[in-house]
């Protein structure tokens, strides 16, 4: 900061100086040596105070009235500018205390002639020291001293400062320096100590904000390249749940074609296999439209007041035949005089599908299917249980998330798109309700699903 403050000083009177010497420069051009042209000229300049024009051998041609001190300070400075010939045309020197700046001019039908000038002090003080210097804000107090090291400008005073460094001028102020005080009490080492504080906080904080955003970066790709693998592992499975029904409906429509079956009794049952597996095809395609329908916010819900009982009883019968093949045992239990509630029955009934066709395809030996429908305080309670292989604790909460299956070996090699149990507590809580489980491995799951008795939260899209 003292090095720029010093260049600002230099930089202010290299420009004046400059300015000076045009203007002069051109009235020599114009006019020649002519006192009055050379009196406006050094009139316009306040800081310049004392203008000598000298020949050669240091003879004084302006101003024409001068002591002889005055013609013996013209020819010292002359012998002074001769000798540093060779040197840019720019010297400062400095005579019994007193800095001239010496350059070198051209006048009309004269030689070359030597422009030599001083500063008034006092406007030196005030236009150039106080302007370049009074403005800095800083702790600090910025002083010019002279060579001897006496304050020539100080912006406050000094008592009690210490002082720190000094940095030197350059051309304008040979031998002259700037030099940078601390006021009393406020001790240098504190300041860095202070800074220094300051800088390693910061530099803490930053690398705790590159280290977190490192963190967050990491886990958006770790969970993009985990949906990207769910998405792919969702479309495999999709495309062969929809694979397997097809190739059976096709088989069993092809034998009853070319007449393979002779009785009644069998052809039933093919139609009744043709049927079924229509059905389950119907379920997979109608939940991969609502899981697109959902994504893009297009699922619509109509609640109206719907009957219990008739519901889970259409739902179960549409799972009759693959229930019985299986040899399930299935308990109904549905609490008498239940009310009519208020849902979108083709949305609740997709859901309670979609958790008993969980149920039968996660359970083991003990093939037991227990729907239940009561009413708990103000809601309505369907429960779907089964003694199957169960659910570890560690993912009873992401069972819910789309395109997530459990990741056990007993159970990637079932049949799932992953995307049913998201798809019910879609419904759920669109109707203002929730859905939940209590499970652990080898006792079974038992889903709970909630719909409030009276409209509340419920919206007609998602």
Known sequence: MATMAAEKVEMTLRHVEDGFVERLQATLAARGVEPAALDRVLAGEPLVRTLRLLDSRGAILYPRAVSDADRAVARRLAAAALAGRGAPGRRTIVLDGERWIVVTVSARAADTLLAAFAYDADVLRRDVLAASLASLESATIFVVVDEQGRPVWAPASLDGAERLLSVAFRDALPNWQLAVYQPAGNAPREAVRRQVTIFMAAFVVLC?????????????????TEMARLKSDFVANVSHDLKTPLSVIRMFGETLEMGRVSDEPRRQEYYRVITREAERLSRLIDNV????????????????????????????????????????????????????????????????????????????????LTVQAHVDGDDLVLVVADHGIGIPRAEQVRIFDKFYRAGRSE????????????LVRHVAEAHG???????APGEGSRFILRLPLAERGAHGDA
């Open 411 to 422: 159970t990637q090699g079932r049949r799932g798109s992953g995307v049913g149990l998201a």
């Open 433 to 439: 309700g929730s859905v939940t489980v209590v499970s």
């Open 208 to 224: 705790a904000v590159i280290v977190a955003g490192i963190a967050v970066t990491w886990r958006l790709m770790r969970r993009e």
């Open 289 to 368: 439209l609502d899981f697109s329908r959902i994504e893009s916010g297009r699922r619509r819900y109509d609640i109206v007041p719907t009957a219990v009982e008739p519901l889970v009883r259409e739902t179960l019968e549409a799972f009759a035949y693959p229930l019985a093949q299986q040899a399930f045992k299935v308990e109904v239990t549905i609490a008498p005089d239940l009310p009519e509630v208020p849902m979108d029955p083709e949305a609740v009934g997709q859901a309670l599908a979609n958790l008993v066709d969980n149920a039968i395809k996660y359970s083991a030996e003990d093939r037991v």
